[in-house]
């Protein structure tokens, strides 16, 4: 999809309604009347310092190079001279005119809900399908859970894919999990496994709205459908919103987090889903920069399990040949994303995937689909591999009953001492799922209505069921 006049002209508007370069001078609004986008890299002597400064201008950063040291922007003229006055080595790579937008093979949203319609019909004893809610515009937001149905209250597992609008091979991904695991079934016995042992969730296009503004009006749309500006679903999460100059207070800007913490529909959701279905692992899916992220966002922040949350991360990041960190090592400080409040609220192990390189960028050719997709298979399997690796799972009943409100204080042995590890948020149908490295662990039990008791657990290199029953 070619840019069309019209939303060049609606970019300018968008501009003059932000940018905190262009308040200072009085000439640049007139550099305003030239709308054209581009895309630009912006190379550093020093990576990390580098970003941090490129960050504070708060501009629409594409993707990153480690390697090379060097970020792709989308700015304007205006946005491109500034850069050059502020003394950052910037050089256009392709200009406006010459973006094609999206090849025609990547997804919709009424291609995505009837691909996910063709499954379930396919595989109806595998697959369950579901709107799990409306988008701003009234759009559905669907998902599929993949299970044999073999078992009650299974562990779950979510992959999802488009938080960003443009970002068209999230969907790819995630409907090549949903092919592996359906037509490999009963065939494979690993992938038997997980089928059986799993309830696996798969949300290919979250951003509905935004992916339909791609397709029919701006191909570098990443945001919801708000306004004529949009929010950044992926900073409007509420756990440590706008915190931390990880987001933009600006309604024009790309990381715009939005009035207040989870004002989008889009975001109550996912929060929604999250809610009910408790998955242990996620992966949300974005591209570009060969990256994998795992919490926290903001700067020299670690999660309290980082000891199991990051050697996964790592494990993933070298099957595939991504750079694994938290956000503020890898880029910039974020706030208000998905995997922080996911891990904080529910204690997930989430990550984020930043598929494919700069020279891809956001709309690669359809053939860097399946070379894509194979690749990312060796990641998201590691996670439902892992789901068999050292971890503590089990049910919380009272008088014969599931205990549906309670928590885990999980204590971890030091020498002789318990040390407090981190405390888990049981599941509303009665179970845990705790993935934790081998150690012996004190659990102590609480909640409204149950005697609090404690158990000593010592942890292997496989799964172990504790149950606690009265
Ligand atoms: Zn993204």
């Known amino acids: 999809m070619i840019q069309t006049k019209k939303t060049l002209l609606g970019m300018a508007a968008l501009f003059s309604l932000y940018s905190p370069l262009n308040h200072a001078h009085t000439n640049s609004f007139n550099d305003l009347r030239m709308p054209s986008t581009m895309i630009a890299k912006v190379k550093f002597k020093n990576y990390k310092s580098g970003m941090w400064k490129l960050n504070q201008l708060h501009l629409d950063v594409a993707g990153i190079d480690i390697k090379n040291k060097s970020a792709d922007v989308v700015i304007n003229e205006a946005e491109y001279r500034k850069l050059e006055e502020m003394g950052f080595d910037v050089e256009m790579t392709m200009s406006k005119s010459l973006m094609r937008g999206p090849d025609a ?97 798969v949300l290919p296009m979250f951003n509905v709205d935004g992916n339909n503004i791609v397709w029919t009006n701006d191909s570098m749309w990443r945001k919801n459908a708000r306004g004529n500006y ?40 996912m929060m929604n889903l999250v809610k009910e279905i408790r998955p242990v692992f996620d992966i949300s899916y974005h591209s570009y920069s060969e990256l994998v992220i795992y919490p ?131 599941k509303p149908n009665g179970t845990y799922d705790l993935i934790l490295n081998p150690g012996t662990y004190r659990l102590n039990i609480s909640g409204p209505g149950i005697e609090n008791t404690s158990r000593e657990v010592v942890l292997n290199q496989t799964p172990l069921t504790v149950n606690f029953s009265k």
Not at 132 to 161: C, D, H, M, T, Y
Not at 366 to 381: C, D, F, G, H, M
Request: aromatic share 10%.
């Open 105 to 201: 093979q990547y997804k919709n949203p009424q291609e995505i809900e009837q691909i996910l319609n063709d499954y379930h019909n396919r595989y109806p004893d595998l697959s369950e399908l579901k709107v799990v809610g409306k988008s701003l515009q009234g759009r559905s937001i669907w998902a599929i859970k993949i299970s044999s149905g073999k078992a009650e209250k299974k562990p779950a597992v979510l992959f999802n894919g488009m938080h960003h609008a443009r970002e068209v091979m999230g969907p790819e991904i995630a409907l090549d999990i949903i092919e592996t695991l359906l037509s490999n079934y009963g065939k494979d016995s690993k992938i038997t496994h997980w089928v059986d042992a799993n309830d696996i969730w």
């Open 230 to 269: 949009g929010v950044d679903i992926n900073r409007n999460y509420p756990f440590a919103w706008g915190s931390c100059n990880g987001s933009s207070g600006y309604k024009g800007a790309q990381d715009y987090r939005g009035p207040s913490p989870a004002s989008e529909p889009e975001t109550q959701v």
């Open 296 to 426: 926290l966002g903001c700067d020299g922040q670690r999660a309290k399990n980082a000891d199991v949350m990051e050697p996964i991360g790592k494990e993933m990041g070298k099957r595939i040949g991504y750079t694994p960190g938290t956000a503020w090592e890898t880029l910039y400080s974020v706030d208000g994303g998905d995997i922080d409040w996911m891990y904080a609220e529910y204690q997930v192990l989430p990550y984020v995937i930043e598929v494919n390189s700069g020279s891809d960028g956001f709309q690669p050719d359809y053939s860097k689909r399946e070379p894509t997709v194979i690749l990312n298979r060796k990641a998201w399997q590691y996670v439902l591999d892992r789901m068999d690796g050292p971890g503590i799972h089990g049910a919380v009943e009272n008088n014969g009953k599931a205990v549906t409100e309670f928590s885990i204080a999980v204590q971890r042995k030091n020498g002789d001492a318990y040390v407090d590890y981190m405390t888990y948020k049981g």
